[in-house]
T-cell receptor, first 113, second 114 residues
Framework: AQSVTQLGSHVSVSEGALVLLRCNYS??????LFWYVQYPNQGLQLLLK??????LVKGINGFEAEFKKSETSFHLTKPSAHMSDAAEYFC???????????FGTGTRLLVSP | DVKVTQSSRYLVKRTGEKVFLECVQD?????MFWYRQDPGLGLRLIYF???????EKGDIPEGYSVSREKKERFSLILESASTNQTSMYLC?????????????FGDGTRLSIL
């Protein structure tokens, strides 16, 4: 079965520092990959998605993710963290064949001044 | 923009009660989903529906049922609520059969069972 691993339940950065949130998936066939963000007391909002084609995907709010098939990874980055980036981030994968999503356990990003 | 509306943001119920969580979407989407979110566990799929009156079990269906009488509405039912069902519940919708399209989420219902 498909699975998604997010390393680190919490990541702390200073404002202006690089943000790196890690995501690895298990699949012999590259699936469709998504990053969602959840701000406090809200639902999930799509940050970006990888389907096929370009391996570097740009999303909203300055985030981007790089798909590396050889490493089965889809890490999320942002060059310079902002206080408003503090939220929980979820990596998710759609197994081939249907619209079901399999989620990672989430990473809470903390941004300090 | 797709709007997914969950009827309650916060709900407090008692053990043994029958609980209904309602979700409505306004984009004529075929597929709708109910997830449960718990700290350290991420989101886990309870049930999903790909058409009116159709339903499929997800990963953790025990203790839950669902109803989809109209395309825009998907209800989650806790037949006899228990304290271990205290959680955040998220509804999502998805249009068509293209898995490249993202799911759209409501704001969630935080349910407490006392």
């Amino acid at each position: 079965a498909q699975s998604v691993t997010q390393l680190g339940s919490h990541v702390s950065v200073s404002e202006g520092a690089l943000v790196l949130l890690r995501c690895n998936y298990s699949s012999s066939v590259p699936p469709y990959l998504f990053w969602y963000v959840q701000y406090p007391n809200q639902g999930l909002q799509l940050l970006l998605k990888y389907t096929t084609g370009a391996t570097l995907v740009k999303g909203i709010n300055g985030f981007e993710a790089e798909f590396k098939k050889s490493e089965t990874s889809f890490h999320l980055t942002k060059p310079s963290a902002h206080m408003s980036d503090a939220a929980e981030y979820f990596c998710a994968v759609t197994p081939t064949g249907f619209q079901k999503l399999v989620f990672g356990t989430g990473t809470r990003l903390l941004v300090s001044p | 923009d797709v709007k997914v509306t969950q009827s309650s943001r916060y709900l407090v119920k008692r053990t043994g009660e029958k609980v209904f969580l309602e979700c409505v979407q306004d984009m004529d989407h075929e597929n709708m989903f109910w997830y449960r979110q718990d700290p350290g566990l991420g989101l886990r799929l309870i049930y999903f529906s790909y058409d009116v009156k159709m339903k499929e079990k997800g990963d953790i269906p025990e203790g839950y049922s669902v109803s989809r009488e109209k395309k825009e509405r998907f209800s989650l039912i806790l037949e006899s609520a228990s304290t271990n069902q205290t959680s955040m519940y998220l509804c999502a919708s998805h249009g068509g059969s293209n898995p490249q399209e993202p799911q759209h989420f409501g704001d969630g219902t935080r349910l407490s069972i006392l």
